[in-house]
């Protein structure tokens, strides 16, 4: 167990808080029929599960508890189910064909928006389910974690005490979105193995799917 890790406290909140606030965005950047219902109904439990997370855990992310563990897991399933419902959508969107898919500029819109809506989710999923969460990781070094940093491999090139924080797995989430493939962090649990073929499974749909499409129609 690392002590000094430990005494860092737990990582700062705004960052996972600001792209939260950008996923609750990016469904009214999308066509009403890309919505899972109401268009507003997934951005507000997200917002909601997002405040019931600041009055559980004030202030650094640290608290370890039943409740703010639950709303964690509440919010990683609220962003996945809704990744999951726009880019099926796009997908067969682009295969039956859809209004969106008849003019370029709307069609690399939508795409654009998917894509980065999957990003943010595979993001919070690799935050919260590495170790056990950031919770878990603000108290103790995992002895087999589910990722591996190249802080992890490497001790010379990172600081003493260093761990994963929330940016760390956005870098993971957009660089698996773009390489299609691990880069600088390797998965080393099965699940994490899994999350990530999904993910580049997915953005490979959409990207190939729309530029695809796009250039079809620009012949």
């Known amino acids: ?35 899972l219902g109401p268009r507003w109904i997934i951005p507000a439990v997200e917002a909601l599960l997002l405040v019931a997370l600041v009055i559980a855990d004030p202030g650094r992310i640290d608290r370890r508890s039943t409740l703010v563990r639950a709303l964690s897991i509440g919010l990683v399933a609220i962003l996945v189910a809704g990744a999951a419902g726009v880019t099926a959508r796009l997908v067969v969107d682009l295969i039956r064909g859809g209004p969106e898919t008849n003019s370029p500029g709307q069609l690399l819109r939508v795409g654009s928006v998917v894509w980065i809506y999957v990003i943010i989710t595979f993001s919070f999923l690799y935050w919260e389910l590495d170790s056990r969460g950031p919770e878990t990781r603000a108290r103790t070094d995992p002895e087999f974690p589910d990722f591996a940093f190249p802080e992890h491999l490497n001790s010379h090139v990172a600081r003493p005490g260093w761990r994963p924080e929330f940016f760390d797995y956005l870098y993971l989430g957009f660089t698996n979105a773009t390489a299609f493939s691990p880069t600088d962090v390797m998965p080393l649990s099965r699940w994490a193995k899994l999350a990530m073929a999904v993910q580049a499974t997915a953005c490979l749909a959409v990207m190939g799917l729309v530029i695809a499409r796009a250039v079809n129609i620009l012949k």
């Open 1 to 35: 167990m690392n002590t000094e890790s430990i005494a860092a406290g737990g990582e700062k909140r705004w960052p996972m808080a600001l792209t939260l606030v950008i996923a609750t965005v990016l469904p009214f950047l999308l066509p009403p029929k890309f919505s």
